[in-house]
């Protein structure tokens, strides 16, 4: 066989090293992971924005990585702290034991945030509970706590979000830092004892700087806001807006409305406090020398306000529409600079939602779409009328929140009420409350096994300990609260189909219909390393995104 010098010089190659590399394709694995955890992200932004979006940022994941078109949260309530948890444990709060942002604790008879910690103090302000905060309330480990584990401690990983629970829960029990943004009139990013005394010098170099002073400025449309044809009028009734702007129009004078809206906290229910946290985020990609040795690193991003501008605005507004825009900017960036700091083919990302949210309850309406406002306050007052009335007690119930009921027991020893049957009351009860569609009993849940349908998504989001006693589900495209903004936390798809992205270094280019689940990312993660799942991993790994 006659072959060309430079083919020859090829094969003598691929003699040499055993390897051809093409593309993105190497013989190592990523110096660096990037997770990345868009707060209430609908899949279909990805597509009812595409025309909006540039080359470089969501349109460069999904043309030059793995897209995973079905995928679906496979557990309720699809809220911020369990979604955040389930993307990095790869398991439901079932097992992960975050079975809310708050919640109600029947033994300290208190309600409990997802990451406050009295044992900690804060880090990089003065304030005292703003930093109280560690991941003690979450059960297992993670997939950046496996990591750390397989480099015997060598391979860092620090957590950036806007939201305190959003950079805590990914960066796991062995954090190297975990920073959130401190509003108010400081506009800096803090931490907690739980991972360190003091800040790092380029926290403090950082927060020097006052980078959130730069961005109280005027919130316009980046586009003409004529081209803005995906999204509704910018004058409608179903925004919130900000106190001393009568309408929730644009443009917004930041620094003016930030006197009536919390300061620097304003910035978190606009574009730039995502900018601000790309801008961290980078921040800690230098000064941490992220991705620069032979130990995998991690860095779990969370841009979180997408979020506050959904539950403000709705996610049919310009507001959102905008946001997004700004946001693909934001991606983008952060994609350039990896390249040049760690460099195209040596770092892996996945991007991905903690949940989706459901159109304005009131827009739905005024489109003939089902949907509306249950009274959660009518309903309690009837509940427990029914319940003195059947038991002669009105102390029975001791908390109603998160769509659940928690038992006094104390009284049912008391009064030698069987619970089973005070839950299958409720339940009788409940269901023929106009606009409760399903109900679920504590002992469904522990005697039952349910492998589809909502009662598999309860089911996976209930935990023996943490959970209440009797479970209700509202009619699709029902909300409790007032007539503007969007929500989200039930089992519907509007809620749980979000966007899977996967890109770089061990990942193939092309995509896929079949359902995916959110458990899978950590799985599919570990596969890609070589390391172990987390220790209390459901999910599978996603064989078609890997080389």
């Known amino acids: 066989m006659n072959l060309s010098p430079l083919k020859s010089l090829a094969f003598g190659l691929i003699a040499l090293t055993g390897t051809v590399s093409f593309g993105q394709k190497t013989s190592q694995k990523p110096k660096l992971v990037v997770g990345i955890v ?8 990805l597509t009812r924005f595409e025309n909006q979006y540039g080359e470089d940022g969501f349109k460069r994941l999904q043309n030059e990585g793995f897209d995973c078109r079905n995928n679906h949260y496979n557990y309720m309530p699809t809220k911020t702290a369990p979604g955040h948890t389930s993307v990095y444990t790869g398991t439901t709060p079932q097992n992960h034991g975050i079975i809310s942002n708050d919640w109600y604790n029947k033994f300290e008879k208190k309600h409990v945030y997802c990451a406050e910690d009295t044992t900690v103090a804060s880090v990089g302000t003065d304030a005292v509970g703003p930093g109280q905060m560690s991941p003690r309330r979450m059960r297992t480990s993670t997939i950046t706590d496996q990591n750390r584990l397989h480099t015997q401690m060598r391979g860092k990983t620090i957590g950036i979000s806007i939201k305190d629970r959003g950079a805590i829960l990914p960066a796991g029990h062995t954090a190297n830092g975990a920073y959130w943004f ?33 961005y109280m400025k005027d919130w316009d449309t980046y586009k003409p806001i004529k081209t803005y044809i995906e999204s509704g009028e910018d004058l409608n009734a179903y925004e919130g807006g900000f106190r001393g702007k009568e309408t929730a129009t644009f443009p917004y004078d930041l620094k003016k409305l930030g006197k009536e809206n919390g300061g620097y906290s304003i910035l978190k229910t606009t574009p730039y406090g995502n900018s601000i946290t790309t801008d961290f985020a980078l921040a800690a990609l230098e000064g ?44 983008a960036k952060l994609l350039s ?11 892996s990302v996945f991007l991905t939602a903690d949940h ?3 159109h304005v309850p009131s827009f739905l309406s005024d489109n003939k779409i089902p949907s509306g406002y249950f009274d959660m306050r009518s309903f ?71 492998d589809s349908g909502v009662a598999a998504l309860v089911q996976k989001g209930f935990d023996q300990e943490r959970s209440g006693d009797v479970f209700f589900i509202l009619d699709p495209g029902y909300l409790t609260g007032g007539p503007t903004g969007s929500s989200h936390g039930t089992p519907y798809s509007y809620d749980t189909h979000v966007p899977l992205l996967f890109y770089g270094n061990g990942i193939k280019n092309g995509h896929t219909f079949e359902q995916t689940v959110i458990t899978d990312i950590a799985p599919t993660v570990a596969a890609l390393l070589g390391i172990q799942d987390p220790n209390g991993t459901t999910g599978t790994v996603i064989s078609e995104v890997l080389e």
């Not at 600079?337 to 770092?347: A, I, T």
């Open 38 to 45: 868009v707060d209430q992200m609908r899949y279909d932004y």
């Open 182 to 214: 401190q509003g108010g009139d400081e506009g800096v990013f803090i931490t907690s004892t739980y991972y360190m005394d003091e800040l790092p010098k380029w926290v403090k170099d950082f927060n020097k700087k006052k980078p959130a002073k730069a």
């Open 288 to 331: 941490e020398d992220l991705g620069q040795d032979a130990d995998t690193d991690f860095l779990a991003v969370s841009y979180s306000c997408t979020d506050y501008v959904g539950h403000n605005f709705g996610v049919n507004s310009k507001e959102v529409e905008d946001t997004y825009v700004r946001l693909d900017l934001e991606i």
């Open 337 to 347: 600079e990896l390249d040049k700091k760690v460099g195209k083919g040596n770092y």
């Open 356 to 358: 989706a949210a459901v």
């Open 380 to 450: 309690r007052n009837e509940l427990e009328t029914f319940i003195q009335q059947k038991y002669g007690r009105d102390d029975l119930i001791e908390d109603i929140s998160n769509d659940q009921v928690f038992f006094r027991y104390t009284v049912l020893a008391d009064e030698s009420i069987d619970a089973e049957a005070l839950q299958k009351d409720i339940k009788h009860f409940a269901l023929q409350h106009k606009n409760i569609s399903k109900v679920f009993t504590r002992a469904q849940m522990e005697q039952g096994s349910y």
